[in-house]
């Protein structure tokens, strides 16, 4: 059965910290990697990541893929407290099938 | 606005009773998603549409779940004869193509079943 497993659950730590978020897969077909950010509502889409060992990057945020270990990794560098909220990994396994983790949820405290 | 539209945004109601929850996706987009979420769990796949045909129900709870499409663009969810364990909330998703490409949520129904 397709899985996807997110790691830590939770986390909380303090503005200023680096968190670096994990996200394992088990697929029988994988397209694509995403990363999701949600805080009170709408999931909102970080990246997507198809390539081994090619990193994405958004301001403090960044994020790799390695296809041969079957993971992802978020990290977040000089955390604040607006990057409290549940990080969602996905893996796009087919045309329309996305797997959903459960999210590590991250607060920050001032 | 020019995002992915859910209402409503909250429902209560009794046990039993039947619900209708719409999405109105983005403009253009082709492909739909219905996602259920509960207390900290992950997205849970119900239905997908590619236009107004949705190849795949098998995410869909029970045969008190359907959901329809039309004109390619809004999408409603009905559930029929509510149950407790069908409070949760619902996301509607949508993205340009079947082709790799990010969805885009709305914000949600959060429906709560007394």
């Known amino acids: 059965e397709d899985k996807v497993v997110q790691s830590p659950l939770s986390l909380v730590v303090h503005e200023g910290d680096t968190v670096t978020l994990n996200c394992s897969y088990e697929?029988?077909?994988?397209?694509?990697l995403l990363w999701y950010k949600q805080e009170k509502k709408a999931p909102t889409f970080l990246f997507m990541l198809?390539?081994?060992?090619i990193e994405k990057k958004s301001g403090r945020l960044s994020s790799i893929l390695d296809k041969k270990e079957l993971f992802s990794i978020l990290n977040i560098t000089a955390t604040q407290t607006g990057d409290s909220a549940i990080y969602l990994c996905?893996?796009?396994?087919?045309?329309?099938?996305?797997?959903f983790g459960t999210g590590t949820r991250l607060k920050v405290l001032a | 606005g020019a995002g992915v539209s859910q209402s409503p945004s909250n429902k209560v109601t009794e046990k039993g009773k039947d619900v209708e929850l719409r999405c109105d996706p983005i403009?253009?987009?082709?492909?739909l998603y219905w996602y259920r979420q509960s207390l900290g769990q992950g997205l849970e796949f119900l239905i997908y549409?590619?236009?107004?045909?949705?190849?795949?129900k098998s995410g869909l709870p029970s045969d008190r779940f359907s959901a329809e499409r039309t004109g390619g663009s809004v999408s409603t969810l009905t559930i029929q004869r509510t149950q407790q364990e069908d409070s949760a909330v619902y996301l509607c998703?949508?993205?340009?193509?079947?082709?790799?490409?990010?969805?885009?949520f709305g914000d949600g129904t959060r429906l709560s079943i007394l």
């Open positions: 198809t390539s081994s060992g």
């Open positions: 998703a949508s993205s340009q193509d079947r082709s790799n490409q990010p969805q885009h």
């Open positions: 549409f590619q236009g107004n045909s949705a190849p795949d």
């Open positions: 996905a893996v796009n396994s087919g045309t329309y099938k996305y797997i």
């Open positions: 403009s253009g987009h082709t492909a």
């Open positions: 697929v029988t077909n994988f397209r694509s």
